[in-house]
């Protein structure tokens, strides 16, 4: 298992690597984020103790039971599964970024809970760029009012936008999905909203990165490729309806 994973993990980096040189980019503006949902904590461990950093769970319940698993060595925990206003103590309690924030209730929740504990969080605002209902996610022309709403609130560090773009196997079909988000990223930035110099724009999986990358994602998301294949498609975990 470690060798498998630890040579899964050479292959994604030699292939970000690859499309960033495609496409002009510097390899060091793109972070391997690892979606670990369903994911053993054994087998995170691997990937952690192999240098890798960043994980990131779809659910509260995963975070809660691999925390205890993994707590002794270095990494951040990202959350990107929707998220209910009430498991906002629990996922406060496990993450440094929420990257799945998408409604006002949701802002107002979270701010309040934050101002309690005296702290403040990064978080990504998700847009459902491929307009699928089964999708969470803002609408791409409600994404500028809900940011300039949201930046009013200090707890909340906006650190840039993610989408989870469509499932298709065909890059081109794909490459709408975050051509979209980039082009929000630069329009928001026009209206000095954000005040990152490099904001993120997470997104990419396993199957479609080097399209992601060439459309400018500075956060990839990748389970499958490192971790082996789960039982149901990513569409099947993906479909939050």
Known sequence: MQEIIENN???I???IERACLKAGRNPAEVKLLLATKTVPADRIR????????LIAENKVQELKEKYEDLKDIPHQ???IGHLQTNKIKDVLKYVSCIQSVDRIELVQQLDKRL???GRTLDIL???NTSYE???????PDQAMAFIKETAR???LRIKGLMTIGLFDAEAEKVRPSFRLLRTLLEQIRQENILHEEKPELSMGMSGDLETAIEEGATIVRIGTAVFGARMYPDSYYWNES
């Open 125 to 127: 605002v998700q847009v």
């Open 115 to 117: 101002l309690a504990e």
């Open 13 to 15: 980096h030699h292939r």
């Open 133 to 139: 209902e089964s999708k969470f996610g803002l609408s």
């Open 77 to 79: 925990a990202h959350f």
């Open 153 to 155: 609130y200090d707890t």
């Open 46 to 53: 691997v990937a952690l103790q192999a240098g890798e950093i």
């Open 9 to 11: 993990l050479k292959i």
